[in-house]
């Protein structure tokens, strides 16, 4: 009979331990960005009825590619945005280029930096091509510290997004090189960091068959699940930041038919999609 209830007691444990590994795989809110998002521009707008004004630069993980029609996060983030605080209260400009690696995406956010509406807050996804395309850690190091001083400098509040994990990265030590020089980066400079990597690389460990499932048909790009995580991550704290702080955001609930499409930037000459 001790020996039941022992048994009975070890398979509740493993339960646990079961529903425990399940609710920690995948796209949980303890993934979001950290430390706290700080927005005072975009709090000040809504005070005075401007529209918050958000630029998401980067490269393919920012332009939608594997994604639908609107199903890129910036679009998505857009819509949990637009139902949490109104119509026409946020503009999110998609400025991801396929292909991009960090010294081109740092010249263009300079010049969007440079013009006299510019934005509240700058959402930097970062890194993926410049292991693929041969650079090295110390150099992506540099160019991020640059931009990110650069978005300070202006007035802006700037959140990280480092790079993707993905089933055929050939030599994992080398790219996690790239990943620690981007959250390095990022930590110097104070800024709020998506360990987009560290949260996909145990998903896909964790919930491999769950993982695979927001991946584009070329398991390198994100799908329209994925993209919706990132959107998930990324709007709670823009919601705390620009209502204010102290005032915890409820997720946002996920929009119906009709999303606000994100703007699109200007048209750049075609480049390989990455």
């Not at 999110?92 to 006299?116: D, M, W």
């Amino acid at each position: 009979m001790f020996a039941a209830a022992r048994r009975i007691a070890w398979l509740f444990a493993v339960s646990v331990v079961t529903v425990s590994s399940a609710e920690a795989a995948g796209c949980s809110a303890s993934a979001g960005p950290s430390p706290a998002l700080s927005m005072p521009r975009g709090a000040q707008a809504l005070r005075e009825g401007r529209a918050v004004r958000i630029l998401a630069i980067g490269s393919s993980s920012t332009s939608g590619v594997g994604a639908s029609a609107g199903g890129n996060y910036p679009s998505q983030l857009a819509g949990r945005l637009g139902e949490a605080l109104g119509e026409g209260k946020v503009e999110i400009t998609n400025a991801g280029v396929g292909g991009e690696s960090a010294p081109s995406t740092l010249s263009r956010l300079k010049s969007f930096l440079a013009q006299p509406a510019g934005p509240d807050l700058v959402i930097w996804q970062v890194g993926t091509n410049d292991v693929i395309f041969g650079g090295n850690p110390a150099s992506l190091n540099a160019l991020v510290l640059d931009g990110l001083g650069a978005i300070q400098a202006a007035g802006a509040a700037a959140l990280v997004v480092d790079q993707q994990y993905f089933p055929g990265i050939a030599n994992v030590e080398r790219y996690e090189e790239f990943v620690a020089a981007v959250d390095g980066a990022a930590r110097a400079r104070g800024v709020p960091l998506l360990k987009r990597y560290a949260m996909t690389k145990a998903w896909a460990a964790q919930d491999p068959q769950g993982f695979r499932a927001t991946l584009s048909w070329d398991s390198f790009h994100s799908n329209d699940a994925g993209y919706s995580c990132l959107a998930d991550l990324l709007a709670p704290p823009i919601l705390s930041a620009v209502r204010g702080a102290g005032k915890p955001a409820s997720p946002p609930a996920k929009p119906a038919a009709t999303k606000p499409a994100a703007a699109p930037a200007k048209p750049a000459p075609d480049q390989p999609a990455r």
